[in-house]
């Protein structure tokens, strides 16, 4: 699967991850390979990226919407805090 996350000024991330959990709205939920076509609100947290062979990323973003779509997920936040 490929990973995006922007912000209205930059791409933060971009890659081939294997599993993204996102701060939904009603919850955090998980996306793995061949997940239904999606479209959610996020709230403040963390992205968690679990990658092919890296280990896990996190990315704490300030509320934002996830699109999943034919193994592409693209996460559009307001922001990415350290």
Known sequence: MTLEILTPDKKVFEGEVTAVTVPG?????????????IISTLEDGPVIIKGNSNGEEIFNIKGGVVEVL???IIVLAEA???
Request: proline share 5%; aromatic share 6%; glycine share 6%.
């Open 25 to 37: 709205t009603l919850g955090s939920f998980q996306i793995l390979k061949d997940h239904a076509p």
């Open 70 to 72: 034919d193994n592409k």
């Open 80 to 82: 990415v805090v350290a």
